[in-house]
């Protein structure tokens, strides 16, 4: 596949994304602002519903992110063809951004339960955070004398190939 049809099918994929993400956050706003729903407890006076339903959709946001990530990933691949594993490194940078955004977004919901216990909620995700950090460093090892090649080639364009020394 050529890499114009590539570049434009993740960019159909990156907008289709954005259209997802921007009416799922405009549904958790306007519930936000709800004012019967932000006085409204859910399972305890702990949890309104407003919160519950704004954690709702936050994962329904990262759940999209993640599978823009993953229907990426063959697009990147094909893009990026100098690098191999192109799609897994940037499935596993989509994991990440995903890990940062729902650490923030779920806290409301879930800090009242865990009083005095904030500590297992940082670990767990730092914990995958740090899982996924690893995966995407040794991709890039992994791809490094691809990568070296390519930026050896970029900075040397008169040479059809730079071949790195043994």
């Known amino acids: 596949m050529p890499k114009k049809d590539l570049f434009r099918t993740l960019l159909v994929k990156s907008v289709k ?3 997802v ?3 799922l956050f405009a549904m958790g706003w306007f519930v936000e602002q709800l004012p019967f729903a932000q006085a409204l407890p859910f ?3 702990k949890l ?3 919160v519950f339903l704004n954690a709702v959709v936050s994962f329904l ?3 999209a ?3 823009f990530g993953a229907e990426s990933a063959p697009a990147v691949d094909g893009l990026l063809d100098f690098m191999a594993g192109a799609g897994e490194l940037f499935g596993n940078i989509v994991k990440i951004l995903s890990l940062l955004f729902s650490y923030y977004a779920f806290q409301a919901a879930i800090f009242p339960f865990i009083s005095g216990f904030e500590w297992v909620y940082q670990s767990f995700f730092l914990g995958f955070t740090l ?3 690893a995966r995407a460093g040794l991709q890039i090892y992994g791809a490094s004398e691809g990568l070296s090649r390519f930026l050896l080639g970029v900075l040397h364009p008169d040479s059809r190939e730079v071949t790195l020394q043994k």
């Open 17 to 19: 994304t954005l259209i």
């Open 131 to 133: 899982f996924f950090l």
């Open 48 to 50: 309104p519903v407003s």
């Open 21 to 23: 993400l921007f009416t």
């Open 61 to 63: 946001a990262v759940a």
């Open 43 to 45: 399972f305890s006076a």
């Open 65 to 67: 992110f993640v599978k």
